[in-house]
């Protein structure tokens, strides 16, 4: 393991005014985006899609750090033969993979999921690197409901997180590790503060215990946030003293960079969150985004499958990355969403 290329490469994806595209949407989760534009999920029109958003040069240059790719999108050819992965290249950003395959039930715990996908990890890691992958990601899913989370749910995943960024950097990939703690439910901000405490914590002693160097990997977490749900939602300026005061009892210095999810927040809600967070600095690390439906959305509408609406899809992914590249640096002012509308 070269420790110094992987920190190298952790730094570049959490770069100042820039962050991180998660479009790395499974085949029935982008069916449901696709559905909600009047777009039929296929092959082709899945490759066009992409292509468009790593063709957005605006957005891709000076933006975007890196991309994490589906396993369809990353063998795939844009029109023109161009693998999707060189287009990401040539933009200045580092291609990236998703890796898990997906959750199950965990027994014995009603209503908790574990995600799976370690089995023969090493060799698929070994060709993602090959094809040019340069970091991966792992989702682990953490629900707030009556009686849970349990401790069990929370250690297996963090262990599966931790084997799983161990395989990651003995070949050579930064790991993106994602405990998202959802913020479906009616719980209040507190709650969620206290559940995404105890996950860390155990995230962190599990990555420890399985020695995978903390300077050569990623954090995607969710933000200390209310659930959808909750009567009583916080207010940005606490989702940010909340989330940042979270993070800094939990994550070690050593970690080059944190890059939230955005979780099922607005566009503009994920945005002024991450502008607060830095009005808070400064950090021990390195703080971005790493968005998909908060940067997709937009572009996606826009698009709506047809050829000739390509650029102004194109223009919504510009506006929506350069708005959250500016948050990344505390730049970003509510007002800049009104004039480009």
């Given at each position: 393991m070269n420790l110094t290329e992987l920190n190298r490469i952790a730094t570049a994806m959490v770069a100042p005014g820039k962050g991180i595209l998660a479009a790395d949407e499974s085949s029935g989760t982008i069916k449901k985006r696709f559905d909600a534009i009047g777009v039929e999920s296929t092959e082709a029109n899945r490759r066009d899609y992409r292509e468009m958003l790593f063709r957005s040069k605006e957005a891709m240059s000076q933006y975007i750090s890196g991309v994490i790719l589906y396993d369809e999108t990353i063998w795939q050819d844009a029109k023109d033969g161009t693998p999707l992965i060189r287009l990401i290249e040539e933009s200045g950003a580092l291609p990236g993979i998703k890796v898990d395959e997906g959750t199950q039930a965990l027994p014995m715990c009603p209503g908790e999921l574990v995600t799976v996908g370690?089995?023969?990890?090493?060799?698929?890691?070994?060709?993602?690197?090959?094809?040019?992958?340069?970091?991966?990601?792992?989702?682990?899913?953490?629900?707030i409901g009556s009686g849970i989370p349990s401790m069990t749910a929370i250690s297996v995943n963090a262990h599966a997180l931790a084997r799983y960024a161990a395989l990651c950097q003995a070949a050579q990939i930064v790991p993106i590790v994602e405990p998202e703690v959802l913020m479906d439910g009616d719980h209040d901000i507190e709650r969620c503060y206290e559940?995404?405490?105890?996950?860390?914590?155990?995230?962190?002693?599990?990555?420890?215990?399985?020695?995978?160097?903390?300077?050569?990997?990623?954090?995607k977490p969710n933000m200390a946030i209310s659930g959808k749900k909750c009567a009583k939602q916080a207010s940005v300026e606490e989702v940010a003293e909340k989330t940042i005061r979270l993070l800094k009892a939990c994550v070690p210095a050593a970690v080059p960079g944190i890059a939230f999810l955005s979780g099922g927040q607005s566009d503009e809600e994920a945005t002024a969150h991450l502008n607060a967070m830095h009005k808070l600095g400064p950090l021990p690390w390195g703080l971005t985004f790493s968005y998909g439906r908060a940067l997709q959305a937009a572009p996606q509408k826009a698009w709506s499958g047809k050829a000739e609406n390509v650029a102004a899809g194109q223009r919504a992914f510009s506006h929506r990355a350069r708005m959250n590249g500016l948050a990344s640096k505390g730049e970003w002012q509510a007002s800049l969403e009104k004039k480009a509308a």
């Open positions: 370690l089995d023969k990890l090493a060799e698929r890691l070994k060709k993602y690197y090959e094809r040019g992958a340069r970091f991966a990601k792992w989702r682990a899913v953490i629900d559940v995404t405490q105890r996950v860390l914590n155990k995230t962190f002693q599990e990555l420890r215990e399985q020695r995978v160097a903390l300077e050569g990997m990623v954090l």
